[in-house]
Structures are given as structure tokens and as C-alpha cells.
């Protein structure tokens, strides 16, 4: 008797998944299924163990019918490139019935190619929810899962929690490797857990909130950056909900922080708005006014960074100024500006070019140090992070008052940045370098690129660029000896 006859007495066959995620398993049993004719309510998909057991072997269990083989000749199953694109993901779904829905609908296109493309179909709905539902899972797996640092190892390790609804977490462990290729970490669930050492990818069995652990010293640090980029003026609480529940909120070392941001917001949308109103504020009468008010500035949030203003410095009287973006981290820590390795190249070209840096006042279009916390190999540092546009004009404010007190025949920017910081525009480095650009106030301005930018290139490059920086090092040289004259 073939497997065709088989079925067409009436058998009914049960297919135990080996593990709830397996896609391919699905697939593969599917297809001979519907080749050999058996019609959906003929077929029972069990999972293993309910739910969370991501480690099952595959096998049959005791008594059940052996399932029937297609002939050799058997008509390929056919199935639209939408349809296997949702079924991926809605076979990750925690519904029990999913595997029995996918299988009808793979049954239907047989007869009918376009089914999925009808939208009020029951089926072809269910399965767009279930799609929906485990995306919008994975999202939140990789925006909440939150790493702390196990204390007592002998190498770094770090451990998330994450609660999912859904079986996603094979399906986003790729994700994670990707993203913390250079870390040993473990992200433990109720329905498993993955672990990475570096090299190699390793699964274990589900675990308890209490095996993670509670916090580490990085934890203040990441609050700390948070609350300075809480923004009240785009609060909605509603939206904040939506996009981040309350459910993953245990997990965030942040989200303690937020009923306290959203009762402060209203207080902190007023400040931002006096911050508008700062060209009505009376300039600063010396450059001691402006290091005693910018350490109190909160008129953009990189001010609440926890990090200090660094003040500009050079003789009052200087014909040059020499502007770079912001402060660095050792910039932050001294408390003086150009100090870092950036710092020290540009003290190397100055001296080369024949400018002194003693004689020329160094400041920063931006005072207070914008960073993100990172975890890298080897430790914990604050990752330089571009300021944006509007906090670059916010600070222009000082930057024009120093410049007001200052008074330099030659202002050299360094930097896209600080271009703006001058300009209140964004300008092409490479397009206006080399020539001066007049200022309002009979002095003028030369754009080069910020030596940070030459200590990130090598080879001929690094060459290239070198050799550019020092030519505009040196036309700035000549012109200030022209208007001395």
C-alpha cells in the first residue's frame, strides 16, 4: 500500500516538533506531507515538553504512525515568497495552533497561488498578527536587553535577563554576536539561554531572574548619560509606553530614573525654553565671567552629561584663535582644552608651522564633553559622539563672547563643527580650506580638518592628509604675519 492510500483511509498523523523555533523541521515535514495529499485536518503539530524547551532531540515518540512518503515523482509544493517570509517568523510565535495554521494555508496555495494576497482572509490575518507580534518581540529583545557585569571572574563576562514572550531567542542570537562580537556574554531566559566566549556559540537550559545578576559600577555611568538625553519637551508618556512597557522595566537600570524625569519634565521644559532667550542675557564682561557662567549652563543637555565645562585659554589679546569641536575625555578630566593625543599632534604641526601655541587662544565650539558609555575589550570608556547642530548653536552663544572679548585678526577652525560654531552654518571642509572667509567684525576665518580626523588614518591617506594640514597651517602663519605688519 502506498503512502497515497495510506491516506486515503483516513489516517491521521501526528508530527512532534523537535524544538518549538525549528522553522526548517516544519518545513521539511510540510512538504512531504502535502505531497503526499494529506489534508490539514488530518495532521497534528505537537511541540516538545510545552513551552521553553528549546533542547529536544528529534524523534518520533512511542506509537506514533510513521508519517507517509511522497513517490519519487511528486508534485512540487509551491509557495509564494510573502508566504514564506511571515511563516519564518509566525512559526516563532508562542500560539500552539501555528504550526497547524501554517500548514493549512500551504495546503491552500496548492489549489489557490494568490491566497495570500487576499487581506480579509482569516487565515492570511493570523498569520500577518503572528508576524507582527514576534517582530515587535525581537525589537524589544534588542533595544531592553541590558548587560551587567559578573563580579569574581577571572575574564570580563557579562549577563542579560530578558523575559520573552515568544520562541525568539535562537532566532536573534546572530544579533547579539554580531553586536558584541568582542564580549563574553550569556542572555538567560525562562525558555533558554545562549552564551557567547568570543568564538563559539553555546546553548543551555532555561534559567531564573535570580541567576542574573542585580547591577554593576557601569550602571551609574549609563543612567547618568541617560537622564542628560531625556528630552521633556518630546515627552509622551502614552507613546513612551507603548514603545517601551512597563514589563521590561525591571530589566533597565535606566527606567528607574523615569517616573523622576517625567515629574521633572515640565520644570525642565521651562529651562529649555529660558535657554531660547539667552541673545536677550547680557554678554559676560571677560573671559573669567564666561569659565564662572558656563559651569553652571544647563542650555543643552550635553551639560548634564556630568561632565565639566572647559574653558578656552590663551592671552586675551591673542591675533589668533584656535577653535576645535569640544572637549575629549582627558580634556574633561584636566579641565583644559587640546590636551589629549588630538591635542598633542596639533602642538607638534603648530610648532613646525612656526605658530606658538602660547600666543594663540585655544577653545572649543562646544564646552562640555559629549559622550557615550561603552563597553569595549579590555574595560569601560566614554566614546566620543558628534555634537549635533543645534547644541552646536546653542553654545555659539560663548563662543561669540569670547571672541567679542578676544578680538582675533585670524580664527582657525578645525573641523566641520567648529566651522559652524563660527559661521552659525555647515560648510565642506575640503571645499572652503585654503582661503579665508571675511567675518562681520573685520577679522577672518580658515577651515582645516580637526587633527583627530589625521590620527584616524594611516598609510598614504594619512599621508595626503598630513601634508594638507601642515600647507594650511602654514598659509595661516602667513597671513597672520601680513596683518601684523
Given at each position: 500500500?502506498?503512502?497515497?492510500?495510506?491516506?486515503?483511509?483516513?489516517?491521521?498523523?501526528?508530527?512532534?516538533?523537535?524544538a518549538?523555533?525549528?522553522?526548517?523541521?516544519?518545513?521539511?515535514?510540510?512538504?512531504?506531507?502535502?505531497?503526499?495529499?494529506?489534508?490539514?485536518?488530518?495532521?497534528?503539530?505537537?511541540?516538545?515538553g510545552g513551552?521553553?524547551?528549546?533542547?529536544?532531540?528529534?524523534?518520533?515518540?512511542?506509537?506514533?504512525?510513521?508519517?507517509?512518503?511522497?513517490?519519487?515523482?511528486?508534485?512540487p509544493?509551491?509557495?509564494?515568497?510573502?508566504?514564506?517570509?511571515?511563516?519564518?517568523?509566525?512559526?516563532?510565535?508562542?500560539?500552539?495552533?501555528?504550526?497547524?495554521l501554517?500548514?493549512?494555508?500551504?495546503?491552500?496555495?496548492?489549489?489557490?497561488?494568490?491566497?495570500?494576497?487576499?487581506?480579509?482572509?482569516?487565515?492570511?490575518?493570523?498569520?500577518?498578527?503572528?508576524?507582527?507580534?514576534?517582530?515587535?518581540d525581537?525589537?524589544?529583545?534588542?533595544?531592553?536587553?541590558?548587560?551587567r557585569?559578573?563580579?569574581?571572574?577571572?575574564?570580563?563576562?557579562?549577563?542579560?535577563w530578558?523575559?520573552p514572550?515568544?520562541?525568539?531567542?535562537?532566532?536573534?542570537?546572530?544579533?547579539?554576536?554580531?553586536?558584541?562580537?568582542?564580549?563574553?556574554?550569556?542572555?538567560?531566559?525562562?525558555r533558554?539561554?545562549?552564551?557567547?566566549?568570543?568564538?563559539?556559540?553555546?546553548?543551555?537550559?532555561?534559567?531564573?531572574?535570580?541567576?542574573?545578576?542585580?547591577?554593576?559600577?557601569?550602571?551609574?555611568?549609563?543612567?547618568?548619560?541617560?537622564?542628560s538625553?531625556?528630552?521633556?519637551?518630546?515627552?509622551?508618556?502614552?507613546?513612551?509606553?507603548?514603545?517601551?512597557?512597563?514589563?521590561?522595566?525591571?530589566?533597565?537600570?535606566?527606567?528607574?530614573?523615569?517616573?523622576?524625569?517625567?515629574?521633572?519634565?515640565?520644570?525642565?521644559?521651562?529651562?529649555?525654553?529660558?535657554?531660547?532667550?539667552?541673545?536677550e542675557?547680557?554678554?559676560?564682561?571677560?573671559?573669567?565671567?564666561?569659565?564662572?557662567?558656563?559651569a553652571?549652563?544647563?542650555?543643552?543637555?550635553?551639560?548634564?552629561?556630568?561632565?565639566?565645562?572647559?574653558?578656552?585659554?590663551?592671552?586675551?589679546?591673542?591675533?589668533?584663535?584656535?577653535v576645535?569641536?569640544?572637549?575629549?575625555?582627558?580634556?574633561?578630566?584636566?579641565?583644559?582644552?587640546?590636551?589629549?593625543?588630538?591635542?598633542?599632534?596639533?602642538?607638534?604641526?603648530?610648532?613646525?608651522?612656526?605658530?606658538?601655541?602660547?600666543?594663540?587662544?585655544?577653545?572649543?565650539?562646544?564646552?562640555?564633553?559629549?559622550?557615550?558609555?561603552?563597553?569595549?575589550?579590555?574595560?569601560?570608556?566614554r566614546?566620543?559622539?558628534?555634537?549635533?547642530?543645534?547644541?552646536?548653536?546653542?553654545?555659539?552663544?560663548?563662543?561669540?563672547?569670547?571672541?567679542?572679548?578676544?578680538?582675533?585678526?585670524?580664527?582657525?577652525?578645525?573641523?566641520?563643527?567648529?566651522?559652524?560654531?563660527?559661521?552659525?552654518?555647515?560648510?565642506?571642509?575640503?571645499?572652503?580650506?585654503?582661503?579665508?572667509?571675511?567675518?562681520?567684525?573685520?577679522?577672518?576665518?580658515?577651515?582645516?580638518?580637526?587633527?583627530?580626523?589625521?590620527?584616524?588614518?594611516?598609510?598614504?591617506?594619512?599621508?595626503e592628509?598630513?601634508?594638507?594640514?601642515?600647507?594650511?597651517?602654514?598659509?595661516?602663519?602667513?597671513?597672520?604675519?601680513?596683518?601684523?605688519?
Amino acid at each position: 500500500m502506498t503512502a497515497m492510500q495510506n491516506v486515503s483511509l483516513g489516517s491521521h498523523y501526528v508530527v512532534h516538533m523537535p524544538a518549538p523555533d525549528d522553522f526548517a523541521f516544519w518545513r521539511e515535514r510540510a512538504r512531504g506531507l502535502i505531497q503526499c495529499d494529506v489534508p490539514p485536518d488530518r495532521v497534528s503539530w505537537v511541540e516538545p515538553g510545552g513551552t521553553g524547551d528549546l533542547f529536544a532531540q528529534e524523534g518520533p515518540s512511542r506509537g506514533e504512525k510513521r508519517l507517509p512518503v511522497p513517490d519519487k515523482d511528486a508534485r512540487p509544493v509551491r509557495a509564494s515568497r510573502r508566504f514564506m517570509k511571515l511563516a519564518r517568523n509566525a512559526a516563532l510565535h508562542s500560539d500552539s495552533q501555528r504550526f497547524g495554521l501554517l500548514y493549512r494555508m500551504l495546503w491552500r496555495l496548492q489549489r489557490n497561488p494568490r491566497a495570500m494576497e487576499d487581506k480579509a482572509d482569516p487565515d492570511v490575518r493570523r498569520i500577518e498578527e503572528l508576524d507582527k507580534s514576534v517582530r515587535r518581540d525581537s525589537h524589544k529583545m534588542h533595544a531592553f536587553v541590558r548587560f551587567r557585569e559578573v563580579a569574581g571572574e577571572d575574564e570580563e563576562h557579562y549577563v542579560a535577563w530578558f523575559e520573552p514572550d515568544h520562541h525568539i531567542l535562537r532566532a536573534n542570537a546572530g544579533f547579539f554576536r554580531r553586536r558584541f562580537a568582542n564580549m563574553h556574554w550569556s542572555i538567560l531566559t525562562p525558555r533558554g539561554c545562549i552564551h557567547w566566549d568570543g568564538e563559539t556559540m553555546r546553548e543551555s537550559g532555561p534559567a531564573r531572574r535570580e541567576d542574573a545578576p542585580q547591577g554593576d559600577p557601569t550602571e551609574e555611568l549609563w543612567k547618568s548619560y541617560y537622564a542628560s538625553i531625556f528630552n521633556p519637551a518630546r515627552l509622551k508618556v502614552g507613546a513612551m509606553l507603548s514603545e517601551m512597557p512597563k514589563k521590561y522595566w525591571k530589566n533597565m537600570p535606566e527606567a528607574e530614573l523615569i517616573p523622576d524625569l517625567i515629574a521633572g519634565a515640565q520644570a525642565r521644559e521651562a529651562g529649555m525654553v529660558a535657554a531660547g532667550e539667552r541673545e536677550e542675557r547680557e554678554r559676560p564682561g571677560s573671559l573669567e565671567d564666561i569659565a564662572r557662567q558656563i559651569a553652571t549652563c544647563r542650555d543643552c543637555p550635553i551639560a548634564e552629561c556630568g561632565t565639566r565645562a572647559v574653558m578656552g585659554e590663551g592671552p586675551a589679546t591673542a591675533s589668533l584663535m584656535i577653535v576645535g569641536e569640544q572637549p575629549g575625555d582627558q580634556e574633561d578630566v584636566v579641565g583644559r582644552p587640546f590636551v589629549g593625543p588630538a591635542g598633542q599632534l596639533l602642538d607638534e604641526c603648530l610648532e613646525r608651522a612656526g605658530i606658538e601655541r602660547s600666543t594663540a587662544y585655544v577653545t572649543n565650539a562646544v564646552k562640555h564633553f559629549k559622550f557615550v558609555p561603552k563597553i569595549v575589550q579590555g574595560g569601560k570608556r566614554r566614546l566620543h559622539q558628534t555634537p549635533q547642530a543645534k547644541e552646536i548653536d546653542t553654545c555659539r552663544w560663548w563662543l561669540e563672547s569670547e571672541r567679542g572679548i578676544v578680538k582675533p585678526r585670524v580664527v582657525l577652525a578645525l573641523g566641520a563643527s567648529a566651522a559652524r560654531g563660527i559661521l552659525g552654518k555647515t560648510v565642506s571642509v575640503s571645499k572652503v580650506r585654503g582661503a579665508p572667509i571675511p567675518l562681520g567684525d573685520g577679522s577672518e576665518l580658515w577651515v582645516s580638518v580637526h587633527p583627530s580626523y589625521l590620527l584616524r588614518l594611516d598609510g598614504e591617506a594619512s599621508e595626503e592628509q598630513g601634508r594638507l594640514f601642515a600647507r594650511d597651517l602654514a598659509a595661516v602663519q602667513a597671513r597672520l604675519g601680513e596683518l601684523s605688519v
